[in-house]
């Protein structure tokens, strides 16, 4: 009842929030991990949110080491990619109220794109996700991506950031 008379909102089954919190900044990515757990975000929001790439993202993006799945709301589309358990780091808890969101580092969420979407694979591909050289070179730890891309051991994956690395002089 209270649903339906706009006392609380529904974030999906189990999980409702009261209709305030449409107005609180960053609210959205804090539902993201705790309608799905768990979760962090990652992928083209993380990306975006970082300003490695130009394009605003309008969905959330997360990783999870659950199925593959996507949730509707009043606060927005979350979309969530199963990874291997064993995949599920490289994310910090970054401040949010009293609160925290799982956000993806910078490195983190190149290889969990790479790696959950292999069909960026040519020179071409990468240049067509426009990643902006500037941030690159301020904000990517070189060191801390190959530490995190080890834990990966997949040659496929490995081949695919040969050719990122190569593609923006990394």
């Not at 130009?54 to 009043?74: G, H, R, Y």
């Not at 609160?99 to 020179?123: M, S």
Request: hydrophobic share 35%; glycine share 2%; charged share 20%.
């Amino acid at each position: 009842r209270w649903n339906k008379s706009g006392y609380i909102l529904k974030l999906r089954n189990g999980f409702y929030t009261f209709p305030e919190y449409n107005s609180v900044p960053s609210f959205h990515e804090y539902i993201a991990n705790k309608i799905y757990s768990p979760s962090y975000i990652s992928l083209h929001y993380a990306l975006s949110h970082y300003e490695l790439i130009p394009e605003a993202i309008f969905q959330v993006t997360s990783v999870s080491s659950l199925k593959t799945i996507n949730f509707n709301n009043s606060f927005g589309t979350f979309t969530y990619q199963k990874i291997k358990p064993g995949l599920m780091f490289g994310y910090q808890c970054r401040p949010f109220l009293n609160l925290a969101i799982n956000l993806a580092t910078p490195e983190k969420a190149i290889l969990d794109l790479f790696y959950l979407f292999p069909f960026y694979q040519t020179e071409q591909n990468m240049i067509d996700l426009r990643f902006d050289r500037q941030v690159l070179e301020e904000i990517f730890n070189k060191k801390l991506f190959y530490k995190y891309l080890e834990k990966f051991q997949n040659k496929q994956l490995n081949k695919r950031i040969d050719t990122f690395i190569k593609t923006y002089n990394l």
